[in-house]
T-cell receptor
Framework: GAVVSQHPSWVICKSGTSVKIECRSL??????MFWYRQFPKQSLMLMAT?????????EQGVEKDKFLINHASLTLSTLTVTSAHPEDSSFYIC????????????FGDGTRLSIL | SQQGEEDPQALSIQEGENATMNCSYK?????LQWYRQNSGRGLVHLIL?????REKHSGRLRVTLDTSKKSSSLLITASRAADTASYFC??????????FGKGTRLHILP
């Protein structure tokens, strides 16, 4: 089945650091990738949708200068949390989908980000 | 809120019993998907049902969709300890956006 690799799986860093998270589709081409944020025992909140070769579409309330998304190829999207602060600590999950919107999303295993 | 609603929020049943979870959504959809999430992990896709379908089966899973009521249900039959997880529905609307429900935490008791 389709596999999405996300890394790192766990990051601890100091306040003010920028952190990059990678999301790769390993055996399929992902026209669209999604980035979610999840707080403990809560659902996934869509942060942004990225399409290969174009700018990401951010959800209301998500700062695009804070959460930089790059989808440079059909197999790789990156999320960079710039100048991270403790309130950015969360579980970040990416997903990828082939070009048909009636296909399921395939999820990475998530990245737990802890900002000290 | 962008989220759909699921009920119950938490469910504990004995191993071997059936588990039913419900989901409601707000807008017209192209399809609805169910996912499972084990603690601290990503989501695993279980089943996708299109808006013109009413019922779908996959192994011990049965999903129904009622577009007139904007609701869906997931039935897991003959539950096992390994089914303990959180279950989320995700509706894909006409704008190609996926909205997740709040999830049901299922606990299978031995």
């Amino acid at each position: 089945g389709a596999v999405v690799s996300q890394h790192p799986s766990w990051v601890i860093c100091k306040s003010g650091t920028s952190v990059k998270i990678e999301c790769r589709s390993l055996d399929f081409q992902a026209t669209t990738m999604f980035w979610y944020r999840q707080f403990p025992k809560q659902s996934l909140m869509l942060m942004a949708t990225s399409n290969e070769g174009s700018k990401a579409t951010y959800e209301q309330g998500v700062e695009k200068d804070k959460f930089l998304i790059n989808h440079a190829s059909l197999t790789l999207s990156t999320l960079t949390v710039t100048s991270a602060h403790p309130e950015d600590s969360s579980f970040y999950i990416c997903s990828a989908r082939e070009d048909n919107s009636n296909q399921p999303q395939h999820f990475g295993d998530g990245t737990r980000l802890s900002i000290l | 809120s962008q989220q759909g609603e699921e009920d119950p929020q938490a469910l504990s049943i004995q191993e071997g019993e059936n588990a039913t979870m419900n989901c409601s959504y707000k807008t017209s959809i192209n399809n609805l998907q169910w996912y499972r999430q084990n603690s601290g992990r990503g989501l695993v896709h279980l089943i996708l049902i299109r808006s013109n379908e009413r019922e779908k089966h996959s192994g011990r899973l049965r999903v129904t969709l009622d577009t007139s009521k904007k609701s869906s249900s997931l039935l897991i039959t003959a539950s096992r300890a390994a089914d303990t997880a959180s279950y989320f529905c995700a509706s894909m609307n006409r704008d190609d956006k996926i909205i997740f429900g709040k999830g049901t935490r299922l606990h299978i008791l031995p």
